[in-house]
């Protein structure tokens, strides 16, 4: 099988790829424009085999398109090419009007009319696979609340509303026209591989290097943690046995507040690197409150019974054996972090954090608070 993986540079797709070639005997096309978070030192591991062809292209350019699946001639299509930061969103949205909602109609009109001029034996076992996000939800009110995939949308970014916009897209290109659709909602990934800009890397690099690790309000987000080897396995197995048509909710079964991812990864640096920057006495002293962003959600929460009642598909890493593993690959690969921490990101962190008035300086204040 052939399957052409959009934003295959970017951390899931990344992943999924070296899965793909690393254990089965399927081919790959990647597909990326290669923005900020595409990284193609994420595929070293795979770029020289054979089954692997990489395309520089923008899934928002029709003709380039049309030229990819007639020269490639995929049987499959992963979709995960997107904008997928929330603060970036709040920050500046149109580029994620443009990928997310654009990009994916180009790329669903572009496989259309491919998937029409197929044979038919070809037609039929051809499948277009939409990744997207849990955060299309909105938040869950109560502890005991779940998202299902009937959970009706209620996204809360420009992030979130773009992809809620993609999936909706999907599903009337499935409609409308036929074409053999699957969209998946996952919860958050983490892992090797991760550009530095999102939580668990933040924090990880931050405190190699004495830095604040800014935390939004009080810290009490609640996410479900999804190992991003666990996600590819889990995507691998819905394109090749998923049923058309159908959504497929994909979970880590870990939730844990913000703070409290934080608080684990300080203590995996304490044994891990011991050796701390000038001036830091313990990773958790560098824990900074920070203002909350704008409408961000509280609480997300995965019910992933219905991929491992139908696929059989479970997570294989807790979320303490997968935290380990990722932040021992960090400290591991400094080189590869050195290459993605490029001045437009740091840029971009600083001005971010920035702008965020403090809320409180140190752990001891929130010892404070608790004793208050």
């Known amino acids: 099988m052939k399957i052409l993986v959009t934003g295959g540079a970017g951390f899931i797709g990344s992943a999924v790829i070296r899965h793909i070639i690393g254990n089965t005997t399927d081919s790959v096309v990647n597909v990326d424009k290669l923005t900020y978070a595409g990284n193609l030192e994420s595929l070293v591991l795979v770029d020289a085999d054979p089954r692997y062809a990489f395309e520089k292209v923008d899934i928002c350019n029709r003709a380039e398109m049309d030229r990819v699946f007639a020269q490639h001639q995929p049987d499959v299509v992963m979709h995960l ?4 930061h929330v603060d970036r969103s709040i920050d500046g949205p149109a580029a994620f009007i443009e990928t997310n909602i654009v990009g994916t109609y180009t790329l669903l009109e572009a ?49 979130s509303a773009s992809k809620a916009s993609s999936d909706h897209l999907v599903r009337a290109w499935r ?10 909602n996952c919860s958050n990934n983490y892992g090797p591989y991760h550009f530095p800009e999102k939580l668990i890397p933040l924090m990880i690099l931050n405190a ?25 396995r889990a995507l691998y197995k819905v394109v090749t046995e998923g049923v058309v048509g159908e959504t497929y909710n994909i979970g880590g079964h870990n939730e844990k507040q913000n703070l409290e991812v934080v608080h684990t990864l300080c203590a995996l640096l304490e044994e891990l690197a011991p050796n701390k920057p000038a001036g830091v006495n313990r990773y958790i002293d560098l824990i900074t409150y920070v203002k909350d962003r704008p409408g961000h959600d509280l609480r997300y929460a995965i019910d992933a019974s219905k991929i491992q009642r139908e696929l059989g598909w479970v997570p294989v890493e807790t979320f303490e054996s997968g935290i380990r593993k990722t932040v021992e690959w960090y400290l591991a690969n400094t080189e590869w972090v050195a290459h993605v921490k490029s001045g437009s990101y740091q840029q971009w962190v600083d001005s971010n954090y920035a702008n965020r008035d403090l809320v409180s300086h140190s752990l001891k204040d929130e010892q404070k608070d608790k004793q208050a």
């Open 81 to 84: 090419a997107a904008e997928s």
């Open 111 to 159: 496989a259309r009319q491919y998937w029409s001029g197929l044979e038919e034996s070809r037609k039929s076992a051809f499948r277009f696979h939409h990744i997207s996000t849990d955060e299309v939800y909105g938040d869950l009110e109560n502890p005991e609340d779940l998202f299902t995939e009937t959970t009706p949308y209620a996204p809360s970014s420009p992030y």
């Open 175 to 184: 409609r409308t026209y036929g074409l053999p659709t699957l969209v998946t």
């Open 208 to 232: 190699q290097e004495g830095k604040p690790l800014p935390v939004y309000g009080k810290g009490n987000q609640v996410r479900d943690w999804l190992y991003v080897e666990d996600h590819a």
